[in-house]
């Protein structure tokens, strides 16, 4: 209240405290100096004082094992990825064509012996007609 730079609100609240610690029949009580005890109340050691209890200390933790670095994998060739990937799919085109074949074999395979068994029975009349019994 003495300070005029004081704003407006906190000379407020200052008289409002004031008027409650009236209310509370406090108004003889002076509040506690920095370096005096409040009664019941548990004391801080002072930064200066020694403490008589024994400092405990923790373990000292155990040993880390030893660090195992994980494998960095290199990464792959794009040159290299590029022929593993024409080789696998070398390797599925050849199996696709041998189905074809397979299949165009199977498909054809009957007209195929009808035509070898035609040609084989012309032949053969053809070679009895030249050999007179």
């Given at each position: 209240?003495?300070?005029?730079?004081?704003?407006?609100?906190?000379?407020?609240?200052?008289?409002?405290?004031?008027?409650?610690?009236?209310?509370?029949?406090?108004?003889?009580?002076?509040?506690?100096?920095?370096?005096e005890?409040?009664?019941?109340?548990?004391?801080?050691?002072?930064?200066?004082?020694?403490?008589?209890?024994?400092?405990?200390?923790?373990?000292?933790?155990?040993?880390?094992?030893?660090?195992?670095?994980?494998?960095?994998?290199?990464?792959?060739?794009?040159?290299?990825?590029?022929?593993?990937?024409?080789?696998?799919?070398?390797v599925?085109?050849?199996?696709a064509?041998?189905?074809?074949?397979?299949?165009?074999?199977?498909?054809?395979?009957?007209?195929?012996?009808?035509?070898?068994?035609?040609?084989?029975?012309?032949?053969?009349?053809?070679?009895?007609?030249?050999?007179?019994?």
């Amino acid at each position: 209240m003495d300070n005029p730079n004081a704003s407006p609100k906190s000379v407020h609240l200052l008289d409002d405290l004031e008027s409650i610690r009236q209310l509370l029949g406090d108004d003889t009580l002076q509040p506690p100096l920095l370096t005096e005890t409040v009664e019941g109340s548990d004391q801080i050691p002072m930064l200066f004082e020694q403490i008589d209890e024994p400092v405990v200390t923790p373990p000292p933790p155990p040993p880390a094992p030893p660090k195992v670095e994980p494998k960095v994998e290199a990464r792959p060739d794009p040159i290299a990825k590029r022929q593993e990937a024409l080789l696998h799919l070398d390797v599925e085109l050849r199996a696709a064509a041998q189905l074809i074949m397979q299949d165009v074999i199977d498909d054809f395979a009957p007209h195929i012996e009808n035509e070898i068994k035609r040609r084989l029975d012309v032949r053969m009349e053809w070679l009895l007609s030249q050999y007179p019994e």
